[in-house]
């Protein structure tokens, strides 16, 4: 997959990864959407095995016991490297308060706590705990720009051995959006679009072939 945004954040996340130097909690954060999910699948994918229900665990969108959370983040892994516990726009960061920046300071080497938040006041404990000790990601629309985004796109094409130009991807651009998710899912439709197009032609072709073969 090919990630890129304005900031640097992807770029970081990748390099943690290919150094196996992770932080015991990350922080995404921001209103671009598409590159928290695409960090977020990023760091799983790298800290959790395929399969691996026991080590992994995910609260999405609810009220969090705190004791509960507590006695999991303290709970060392079965026959893995890492804990890792997800928190999916629970609001946590609000809710949590000292109790979340307790756990924070207890947190074992083994766990991973990955913390995804549209929004988040930075003047709050929590924010300023994981500024200092942990990794905030904060990917933002402002940030990518036309030049980002026109970058991204002749990325994902170049990617399926596409190429394009300035101006086209400009056009583009204009048509469908700034959207990521939208880009993404337009782009795709172009590569498929392409290549059905070309095995037309060359079922095309070769049908021709055969004809005047067989005459």
Known sequence: TVYMDGKGNMKEIRRQIKEQEFHKVYLLTGDESYLILQAKELLIHALVA????MNYAVFEESKI???QLGELAMTYPLFAAKRVILLDRTGILKSGKDALIE???????TTCMIICEPEVD?????????????????FLKKDQTEKVLMRWVAALLAKEKKRIRESD???FLERVGDDMFQIKNETDKTVKETIAKANAEAEKIKAEGEARYMQ
């Open 169 to 171: 991807v400009r056009f």
């Open 50 to 53: 395929e399969g691996d229900e």
């Open 65 to 67: 016991d705190m004791q």
């Open 103 to 109: 756990i924070f300071q207890s947190l074992p080497e």
């Open 122 to 138: 930075k003047r709050s404990k929590a924010y300023k705990w994981i500024k200092k000790n942990g990794y905030v990601g904060e």
